[in-house]
């Protein structure tokens, strides 16, 4: 088993910051490397959607929406994911989810709010 354990969001106005992050934990991290992780969202009434995730190897890939202005980063060692997000937009109001796939298994964390004004 993998817990996901979310700190950062909040609330910015409009083309302000914020920092995501997300540790795992777990004793099968002993003796396994997470593969990929990464971020979702859900937005009110729309289904949950890719944000960026990351390799193990830290090859990072982006929704179209977020490229350019969001950075996805992650430390092997400590099992971490993090998301820098820039320049944020009302449209990127959402609940954030961290996600872990080992073995085939994929992992959720319990969700972070992130609220962006105009």
């Known amino acids: 088993q993998v817990q996901l354990v979310e700190s950062g969001g909040g609330s910015v106005q409009a083309g302000g910051s914020l920092r995501l992050s997300c540790a795992a934990y777990?004793?099968?991290?002993?003796?396994?490397?997470?593969?990929?992780m990464g971020w979702y969202r859900q937005a009110p009434g729309k289904e949950r959607e890719l944000v960026a995730y990351?390799?193990?190897?830290?090859?990072?890939n982006y929704a179209d929406s977020t490229e350019g202005r969001f950075t996805i980063s992650r430390e092997n060692a400590k099992n971490t994911v993090s998301l820098q997000m820039n320049s944020l937009q009302p449209e990127d109001t959402a609940v954030y989810y961290c996600?872990?796939?080992?073995?085939?298994?994929?992992?959720w964390g319990q969700g972070t709010q992130v609220t962006v004004s105009s």
């Open positions: 777990g004793s099968i991290l002993r003796f396994n490397t997470i593969d990929t």
């Open positions: 996600n872990a796939n080992l073995r085939h298994i994929r992992y």
């Open positions: 990351i390799t193990r190897g830290g090859g990072a």
